[in-house]
């Protein structure tokens, strides 16, 4: 992939400045109202920074470095800026007394100072974290396809909408979004890497859910990384398969590339984080308080993800870089060639 700022040649923003301003708050209202009704979801507070040492905090891939700071009123303590909610929302889920079928979501802002700069990743992450409460019969690769169908419908249905609201934007989703496990995959494109895979099966079916991330495929390698405390990438599925969590990724023509816009699974259970845990070598986190609530059967099963707020709206503003969408750090380099391509940052 090219740096942090160069555009496809050529680039043309569809929208100026201030119509992009505009339609990313009509994205942001209308897509939050509508994955709250499709999926039973109450909106929550959420945390900017946690308590370090709890684990609490995600830890995405397993060796992304939070932001942390000293809290001077409480002598000294440590917070650390989240790097996303996955654990903190399953927490809430238990504080709230919330039952199966019924879940949160929440606006989250959050900070990776390890994220490597390009036209789709930037230093602010800011995602719709959602999370439901499942029952034990829905630990199966059947309801998180039914799940995935669901938000994959709030997405097309918001893209008609900007579409309706912003005629230049014509909507280019397929109906349905095809599934895929990622051996699978490995198997249907032999000699590519991970991401190049990604690219030919969007490129094939236009949306595509990869199933199974986080466990080793037979070549050693996962096709990427997982922590080991928040997705079940490990459990055997009733198709023959291992994992219950994915990714939805869709082809994005802007910039020739697949495009992923969230990342979701069904959450571990006792057995499962540890299992993981073991399998990652990280066994000594069960004694940090996240772990011992989830093994000592305090909080519920369930199922959860991030949905990229700024990915969506570059998807549907059709904007060839985030920083388009976001206002965040770039080098005065990018800042430089992007102005020079006709990319408007923020």
Known sequence: MEPAGPGPEGYRPLLSP????????????????????????????????????????????????????????????????????????????????????????????????????????????????????????????????????RIYDVIRRTEKYVAFNYPVLAPMLPDEIVFIHSAELARRYPGLSPREREHEICREHGAVFV???????????????????????????EEGSTGLNGDILVHYPQLGEAFELSSMGIRVDRESLRRQLELCGQTHREKLLFHRRLLGGELPLSIGGGIGQ??????????????????????????????????PIL
């Open 18 to 149: 201030k119509e992009t301003e505009g339609g990313i708050r009509l994205i942001k209202d209308f897509f939050q109202t509508n994955l709250a009704f499709e999926l039973n979801l109450m909106r929550v507070t959420a945390p900017l920074f946690v308590e370090a040492g709890t684990g609490i905090n995600d830890d995405l891939n397993g060796v992304e470095q939070p932001v942390s700071f000293a809290v001077k009123a409480a002598g000294g303590v440590r917070a650390e800026i989240v790097q996303s909610l996955a654990k903190w929302k399953r927490l809430a889920l238990a504080d709230l007394g919330l039952a199966p079928g019924e879940g949160l979501y929440t606006d989250m802002n959050a900070i990776r100072p390890d994220e490597a700069l390009d036209r789709t990743h930037s230093l602010y992450v800011d995602q719709w974290d959602w999370e439901r409460v499942i029952r034990p019969e829905d630990r199966r690769v059947a309801f998180l396809k039914d799940i995935v169908r």
């Open 211 to 237: 199933i199974g991330i986080g466990a080793a495929l037979e070549n050693g390698a996962p096709h990427d990384g997982r922590a080991p405390d928040y997705d079940d990438w490990s459990t055997p599925n």
């Open 310 to 343: 700024s990915r969506l709206c570059m998807l549907y503003l059709r904007k060839a870089h985030i920083g388009e969408i976001q206002a965040s750090y770039w080098p005065p380099a990018v800042r430089k060639e992007c102005a020079a391509r006709g990319i």
